[in-house]
């Protein structure tokens, strides 16, 4: 009866640890949803929408570039850096300044 009793603790135990941290991965996936969310309506403020569209292109083929460009579109932002809207052109440039660390890879055939 008493490994019974300790097992039925055991088990108590292990269900609250549980819930508590299903909690707290919940509050942390809501406050990531919440970050973005302000970062979307951040980016839609400074941006026209045909520079968001390219942006748009830009994350499906290369996520992590676009990282980079929204943190960079939004620190200007936050400066106060951008005059009126940030527009296609603007983000080509961006673009370009931040994609040309590419590696050139030459193939010589002999």
């Keep these: 009866m008493a490994d019974e009793d300790e097992l039925e603790e055991l088990k108590k135990k ?3 640890e549980l819930k ?6 919940e509050v942390q996936e809501e406050a990531k949803q919440q970050m973005e969310a302000q970062k979307k309506a951040m980016l839609r403020k400074v941006m026209t929408p045909d520079a968001r569209e390219r942006l748009g292109r830009v994350r499906m ?5 676009a990282e980079q460009i929204e943190s960079q579109i939004i620190a200007l932002a936050q ?13 080509k440039k961006l673009l370009k300044k931040l994609s040309g660390q590419k590696k050139e890879i030459n193939i010589k055939r002999r």
Excluded: F, V
Excluded at 20 to 25: P, Y
Excluded at 61 to 65: D, E, I
């Design 79 to 91: 400066r106060g850096g951008t005059e009126g809207k940030i527009d296609d052109e603007t983000l």
């Design 61 to 65: 083929a290369r996520p992590q570039l």
């Design 14 to 16: 292990k269900m609250q």
């Design 20 to 25: 508590e941290k299903q909690g707290s991965e």
